[in-house]
C-alpha cells in the first residue's frame, strides 16, 4: 500500500547581538532547535512506525526529495571566504544519533568510511542506515550580486556543496529518526563577521510503500533492524 512520510523541520534563523570583543547567537525566531555544540545546532523529530511493525509490515521507499518554503539569507560586517561558510546536513535515519555523531555528520557523510579523527564521533553507521541524506555547503552567491566582503553587505545563498546519499532501504524499524544539522559561522562582534543567519523551513518527503513479507523474510528484516541499532 502507497504511503507519503513527511518530515517538518522550522525556520532557522540566528541574529548576533554583536557584542564587545566577541558576539552571541540567538534565535531570531524560536524554535525547537538545539544546540549541540561550538556553532552547531540540530533541529529533530521522528517518524512513527509502529503500526506497521505492529502489523507484520516491512516499509520500502522509491524515492525522497526536499521542498524548501523560501531563500537563504546572510547578512554579515565582513564576511572571511576561509572561516564562515554554512554547512547543513538533513538526515532520515532508521537509527538515533547522538549529538557528537550528528557533529560529526557535517564533517563526513554517515554510512561512508570515515577519515581518521580522534575528535569527532563518526559513529558506526553503514549505507542501510541512511534512509535519506543531504549533505549542503553553502556560501554567498556572488554571481548574481553580492555585498563587498570587507564591509557590510548581503547576500542569498548558494550551494557550492549539494550532496544526497540516500540508500531508500527497507525498513522494519519502529520509527525513523529525523535531523537537520546546521554548521555555522562565528557570530559577529561590534565590528566584524557575520551578524544575521537565516535558512528557511524545509520539509522531507518519502515516496513510501508498505508490504507484507513472507515470515521468514520479515523475521530476518525484523532481527536486522534491532541489530543495525545495537551497532551505532
Not at 550532496?163 to 544539522?181: G, I, K, M
Amino acid at each position: 500500500m502507497d504511503r507519503t512520510l513527511v518530515a517538518e523541520f522550522p525556520w532557522f534563523t540566528l541574529t548576533s547581538d554583536m557584542g564587545n570583543p566577541t558576539g552571541t547567537w540567538s534565535e531570531t525566531i524560536p524554535t525547537d532547535t538545539r544546540l549541540i555544540g561550538t556553532n552547531a545546532y540540530v533541529q529533530e523529530m521522528k517518524l512513527d512506525l509502529s503500526g506497521y511493525v505492529q502489523s507484520d509490515l516491512t516499509v520500502g521507499f522509491r524515492r525522497s526529495f526536499e521542498q524548501v518554503g523560501a531563500q537563504d539569507a546572510i547578512f554579515w560586517l565582513s564576511f572571511n571566504v576561509n572561516t564562515d561558510s554554512i554547512v547543513e546536513t538533513t538526515l532520515v535515519s532508521s537509527v538515533p544519533f547522538t549529538d557528537s555523531q550528528l557533529i560529526a555528520a557535517t564533517a563526513s557523510n554517515p554510512g561512508f568510511t570515515p577519515f581518521s579523527s580522534a575528535l569527532l564521533d563518526f559513529g558506526n553507521f553503514n549505507r542501510t542506515h541512511i534512509i535519506h541524506g543531504h549533505h549542503e555547503v553553502k556560501y554567498p552567491n556572488t554571481t548574481i550580486g553580492a555585498g563587498a566582503f570587507g564591509s557590510s553587505g548581503n547576500a542569498v545563498l548558494m550551494n557550492v556543496t549539494d550532496n544526497y546519499f540516500s540508500s531508500l532501504e527497507p525498513t522494519a524499524a519502529d520509527c525513523l529518526y529525523c535531523y537537520r544539522v546546521f554548521l555555522v559561522p562565528a557570530p559577529a562582534n561590534n565590528r566584524d563577521g557575520v551578524k544575521i543567519l537565516s535558512l528557511p523551513p524545509k520539509r522531507v518527503i518519502l515516496d513510501a510503500f508498505t508490504v507484507e513479507e513472507p515470515d521468514l523474510e520479515y523475521m530476518m528484516r525484523l532481527k536486522r533492524s534491532y541489530e543495525l541499532a545495537n551497532q551505532v
